[in-house]
Nanobody
Framework: QVLLVESGGGLVQPGGSLRLSCIASGRFFEIERMGWYRQSPGMQRELVASSPAGGSPIYANSVKGRFIISRDNTKNTVYLEMNSLKPEDTGVYYC?????????????WGQGTQVSVSS
């Protein structure tokens, strides 16, 4: 079984910063892609940033220049550095992994961590 566990959410004022972390654990062969999605109130879940193995990261237009995604493959961990946060960044942030294990390649999700941007 593959598990993704996020940490690092919280309440921050506009213009502030937060850093999210997500670690993948369990039995698997390769993390092909790892990233972050968010779901804001009344909205569908959307891609925030994704980091493919050996490739360049991709970002939603709304976060380009403010958010940075990075991976530590030795720790099976992905990070999301969020800067210049805006109220519209508020939502539940979900870690996502496209992971190859003994049952094949599948999508896995963390439980979500709340990010609230408010004064």
């Amino acid at each position: 079984q593959v598990l993704l566990v996020e940490s690092g959410g919280g309440l921050v004022q506009p213009g502030g910063s937060l850093r999210l972390s997500c670690i993948a654990s369990g039995r698997f062969f390769e993390i092909e892609r790892m990233g972050w999605y968010r779901q804001s109130p009344g909205m569908q879940r959307e891609l925030v940033a994704s980091s493919p193995a050996g490739g360049s990261p991709i970002y939603a237009n709304s976060v380009k220049g403010r958010f940075i995604i990075s991976r530590d493959n030795t720790k099976n961990t992905v990070y999301l550095e969020m800067n210049s946060l805006k109220p519209e960044d508020t939502g539940v942030y979900y870690c996502h992994g496209h992971i190859l294990s003994g049952i094949g390649t599948a999508d896995y999700w963390g439980q979500g961590t709340q990010v609230s941007v408010s004064s």
